[in-house]
């Protein structure tokens, strides 16, 4: 099956990906807007709850998007405060809703910026999968936990739901093979009957191989070139 969207030159990528979120922030933006209009307008109080209700979830999912926004510049990011509010948009924007529980366990660790967002990608990625898969509609807790041992780095996300060993691997997951090879990590999953858990270690620091620009992109435009590869495979 032909690709509908021509392939890009490399060079490019970075600047595409850098508009395409400038765009979903201000739609974000515009809807929030909107929204808050709506309830400001309105003159039934329950009326005006939901609706505010609803721009504070849009809001909550604009922080997602924005923490997982490639960074523009290479520099050194506290990996601990970056989870954190990572995970707690995750909770707010989606797990709350479903009656699941996140806790976050991060020692303090300085990382380069362009390998802790990877590592956030790869954090979202696993939080999002336990959330669908886990619990079938029932409550549960998703725990993340970042450790340190010397020159390397250890990313714990377990949870205790019943997620099927059996299940096969999406395009998410693929893309969390892409970010790790990029850390030069070692991914695994282990299945159990107390839940399921993901293990990614990788080494704190390497030397800089590339521009700030496209550090911070490169991981993220090989996995959907590699993605647009495997469907054109088997389309």
């Known amino acids: ?51 505010r209700g609803v721009a504070q979830l849009l809001h909550d999912y604009a922080r997602v998007h924005r923490a997982l926004r490639p960074p523009d510049r290479e520099t050194l990011v506290n990996a601990e405060g970056y989870l954190s509010e990572l995970c707690r948009s995750i909770s707010r924007s989606k797990l709350d809703p ?11 660790l300085l990382m380069e910026s362009g390998r802790c967002w990877r590592l956030g990608m790869i954090v979202s990625e696993l939080i999002t999968n336990a959330a669908r898969h886990a619990f079938a509609g029932r409550p549960g807790r998703i725990r993340v936990e970042l450790l340190r041992a010397g020159g390397v780095a250890k990313c714990i996300v377990s949870d205790n739901g019943s997620a099927a060993a059996h299940i096969q ?43 700030a620009a496209d550090e ?20």
């Not at 030159?9 to 595409?16: F, H, K, N, S, Y």
């Not at 395009?171 to 293990?199: P, Y």
């Not at 090989?222 to 495997?230: E, I």
């Open 1 to 51: 099956m032909p690709e509908l969207v021509p392939h890009l030159p490399v060079a490019e990528e970075p600047l595409l990906l850098e508009e395409l979120n400038h765009r979903i922030s201000n739609e974000f933006a515009s809807l929030i807007a909107i929204v808050s209009r709506a309830a400001a307008a309105s003159g039934n109080g329950e009326a005006q709850r939901a609706l």
């Open 98 to 108: 479903m009656n699941i529980d996140l806790v976050l366990t991060a020692a303090p």
């Open 169 to 211: 691997p999406g395009h998410g997951f693929k893309i969390v093979e892409e970010l790790t090879k990029a850390l030069d990590g070692r991914f695994e999953r282990r299945f159990g009957g107390a839940g399921t858990t993901s293990i990614l270690l990788f080494p704190i620091s390497e030397a800089k191989k590339t521009s």
């Open 216 to 235: 911070g992109v490169d991981a993220y435009a090989q996995a959907h070139r590699n993605l647009r590869t495997d469907r054109a495979r088997t389309g």
